[in-house]
């Protein structure tokens, strides 16, 4: 992948969607989230057109703060999987990312300073004021490689009017597959996210 990359959503649309775009600015993935599902499933496609499909991303329980979403492929194989750090997680977002089949995570997502996702829900809800929250607070969350303790990407809100955007930096050395397991993760914490704000 050619990083940065960047993530952009409309805030008002009735569907959540988000638009993956690369260093260049081509588009590299889309993602749509199905609505009123019990068990959650969003589909990620190479493009909007959504004519390939590359892989789904499903709760493993019926809604609960602790499920796990895997990460399976077009070809039905596993890519991994990504879950919340249970009561850890009421403060400070904190994710952990598994390998597939894997029991012990390989990586962790941490929210680097709660009181900016705290300012940037608090002002969004209030009229006029709100539309311009998106300017103020920045939340930022960095993945570590849990062996070694290194920054791998970082995720950053960006400053934006009418929509959500985001960055994905890349810092550390990661593999072809874990960029896209770390990649999808990150995308699946922007949609948890933004529904618990």
């Given at each position: ?20 775009s ?12 199905k ?17 390939q499909?590359m ?23 596993a ?26 995570s ?15 829900s ?59 397991t ?13 529904n618990?704000?």
């Amino acid at each position: 992948m050619n990083f940065p990359l960047s993530l952009c959503f409309k805030l008002f649309a009735f569907s959540p969607q988000i638009f993956v775009s690369d260093a260049a600015n081509a588009p590299l993935l889309f993602v749509k989230q199905k609505l009123f599902k019990l068990r959650e499933k969003i589909e990620v496609f190479r493009d909007e057109s959504r004519s390939q499909l590359m892989c789904t991303i499903q709760a493993d329980r019926i809604i609960d703060w602790s499920a796990r979403y895997h990460f399976t492929a077009a070809d039905g194989s596993a890519l991994g999987s990504v879950g919340r750090k249970g009561m850890r997680s009421i403060w400070r977002a904190h994710y952990e990312i598994f390998n597939p089949g894997d029991a012990v995570s390989d990586f962790e997502i941490k929210e680097e300073n709660p009181w900016a996702k705290v300012g940037d829900s608090f002002f969004g809800e209030i009229p006029i004021l709100g539309m311009f929250a998106g300017y103020l607070f920045h939340p930022r969350y960095l993945i570590t490689r849990k062996a070694t303790g290194q920054p791998v990407f970082r995720l950053s809100k960006q400053s934006a009017f009418w929509e959500g955007r985001f960055l994905i930096e890349k810092f550390g050395e990661a593999s072809e597959k874990e960029e896209t397991t770390l990649t999808l993760s990150l995308l699946m914490l922007v949609l948890l996210e933004k529904n618990r704000s």
